[in-house]
């Protein structure tokens, strides 16, 4: 006869094996998780309360960073303002042209995997490379300038010009939007084509095809990108960084530029936490506008 | 009637001919916007500095002239930053093989308490801005000794980036289930299920992840420039920074600029190639 203690404490051994494994599998994520996300986390929204300029201990000062944030720094307006024409003179190019581009890859003529490999090419290069790549090509003695020449048009030197800079970064960026168009053809090659043959014996055109079949199908996988580029346009600092250095003037300077001097160059640890706060906050409220509005536009197979 | 046939088949041949000759003029569109800046690239690279200042602006060298390269190389220490680079990545790569696919394959093949829930606050970490943890992670890495050092960049490698993750979860589910318990019935357990079973079978989904991460790794210019302060330590992304600044403070050598953008970019299109197939 077993004590009944025993029993019972074997069948929980049983019970909890696979917990314990699946724990233990996924162990590692949990140990970044903890380390390099919660705990970051949490402690920069305490540091935003703080001055801490790395040696010391961190002094508690209360709202005074956050006031000085919201209501004195006139460079965290600059910044946001830079930041947010940056979303919206690339996000919505991008989306649309990595549609187009992606549609037209889509097509059965020969020679498309090569097309499909060039185009995505810039986007392998990235980084500073990528950056410099660009910097040659909008110089004032560059190619873009050459060919409006052609054509009787003296152009601007891109990058050194206040109204020309942000807009010339974001034509890097719409020229770079590889991974964009890859989700999108992806999305395209899985379109169902029964769907197309019933538009076909609706008497429905090419049109229709696009917008009553093409479009609602792909929806998914261009909300997808609008969220990841949303949220990825927000913290640009590399083009900033290398190209235009934040200049001319603050016409560049890029929120996430202007956080980087503040922790790396300063070593305004406080600061820069509550700057970080401020940026998770905003792109959290846009991410969950972008979600709200999805309702609208975005189709998911089995819904009214 | 079979007139009235021939003619709308011919029509029919017409608007595909015309439909395919459109979509050609748009791919050389394309081809010629994204490809190119790297042609411009590759072509100022071979240019002495006399064809930069020429009017009209140049395409083509006047003669090829390859002292840009050698320059390029020795006017910042390449040749030390791509050793450091290469033992970043090769590390770092590594890391994330092992992991995602650990990781990976707890969330797919295993069943246990909150495996649902913790993976979509997984997911919703993809989402949580790089600016907002950097700080207390620099903090953290400063208190162990880390900062100046590789190790910020190649150890969270070895603890499951959650884009990797993702990714080997969905190929894991792509297998039959029929896998786990034919293994189950020879007497594998989880690990021998994991390790002699599946994975295996993901070597499309791995050399996905190798590629992608060896891109992100190499060109990951933020975490570098914030980690790393000694010469020795430095990578390619942060040559290729200080020879732009130098260039910008008025050093006049646009080939020299584009010869290295050239062969820094090189091993990436290398790995892009050799992932084609």
Not at chain 2, 68 to 85: D, E
Request: charged share 10%.
């Amino acid at each position: 006869m077993q004590n009944p203690r025993t029993v019972a404490s074997n069948i929980n051994w049983a019970r909890l094996r696979p917990h314990i494994v699946g724990w233990a599998f996924i162990s590692p994520w949990l140990v970044s998780f903890s380390f390099l996300m919660v705990y970051p986390f949490i402690a920069s929204f305490f540091l935003s309360f703080t001055r801490y300029q790395l040696i010391g201990e961190a002094e508690f000062i209360g709202f005074e960073s956050i006031q000085r944030m919201l209501f004195e720094d006139e460079r965290v307006a600059d910044a946001l303002r830079v930041t947010f024409t940056y979303v919206l003179l690339t996000v919505p190019a991008g989306t649309a042209i990595s549609i187009l581009v992606a549609i037209l890859l889509n097509q059965s003529v020969r020679g498309i995997p090569f097309f499909r490999t060039s185009f995505y090419m810039p986007s392998v290069i990235g980084g500073v490379g990528l950056a410099l790549l660009w910097t040659t090509i909008l110089a004032k003695n560059g190619p873009i300038n050459a060919a409006l020449g052609l054509v009787g048009i003296e152009g601007p030197n891109w990058l050194f010009d206040t109204a020309w800079a942000l807009p010339s970064l974001a034509l890097k960026a719409i020229a770079t939007a590889g991974a964009a168009m890859l989700i999108i053809l992806a999305a395209l090659q899985g379109v169902p084509q029964h769907l197309y043959e019933a538009v076909e014996l609706d008497g429905g055109g090419e049109w229709a095809k696009f917008w009553h079949v093409t479009l609602p199908q792909i929806s998914p996988a261009i909300f997808y990108n609008v969220i990841v580029t949303t949220i990825g346009v927000m913290q640009s600092f590399v083009e900033a960084f290398i190209m235009t250095n934040g200049g001319p003037g603050t016409a560049t300077l890029f929120y996430g530029l202007y956080l980087y001097r503040q922790a790396f160059e300063f070593y305004r640890m406080g600061y820069a936490s509550a700057l970080a706060w401020m940026i998770f906050l905003i792109i959290l409220a846009l991410t969950i506008v972008n979600f709200r509005m999805a309702r609208y536009w975005v189709y998911y197979e089995g819904e009214e | 009637m079979s007139a009235l046939t021939a003619s709308w088949s011919k029509s029919k041949t017409a608007q595909r001919r015309l439909r395919d000759a459109l979509a050609y003029t748009l791919l050389a569109v394309g081809f010629v916007w994204f490809i190119f800046p790297l042609f411009w690239v590759i072509m100022g690279s071979l240019k002495t500095f006399e064809d930069f200042n020429q009017i009209p602006l140049r395409v083509f060298p006047s003669a090829l002239y390859f002292g840009n390269y050698p320059s390029a190389w020795t006017s910042v220490p390449f040749g030390r930053y791509f050793i450091n680079t290469a033992i970043i990545v090769s590390l770092s790569v590594v890391g994330e093989l092992i992991s995602a696919s650990i990781v990976g394959f707890g969330f797919s093949r295993l069943k246990f308490w909150g495996r649902n829930f913790l993976f979509m606050v997984l997911l919703s970490t993809m989402m949580l801005p790089f600016w907002v943890v950097i700080i207390p992670r620099f903090l953290l890495y400063r208190d162990i000794g880390w900062v100046g050092t590789w190790l910020p960049l190649i150890v969270p490698s070895y603890f499951a980036n959650p884009v990797y993750v993702f990714l080997m979860r969905q190929f894991f589910m792509t297998l039959p289930p029929e896998l786990d318990d034919a293994a189950k019935i020879d007497g594998c357990n989880e690990l021998g299920i994991f390790w002699r079973i599946l994975l295996p079978l993901t070597k499309p989904v791995l050399a996905t992840i190798a590629i992608f991460s060896f891109i992100n790794v190499w060109t990951d210019f933020v975490q570098q420039v914030i980690y790393l302060s000694q010469d020795s330590t430095y990578t390619v992304a942060i040559g290729l920074a200080f020879l732009r600044w130098q260039i910008a403070q008025g050093d006049p050598v646009p080939g020299l600029l584009m010869a290295a953008t050239v062969f820094t970019s090189l091993p990436m299109i290398a790995i892009f190639f050799i992932g084609q197939k």
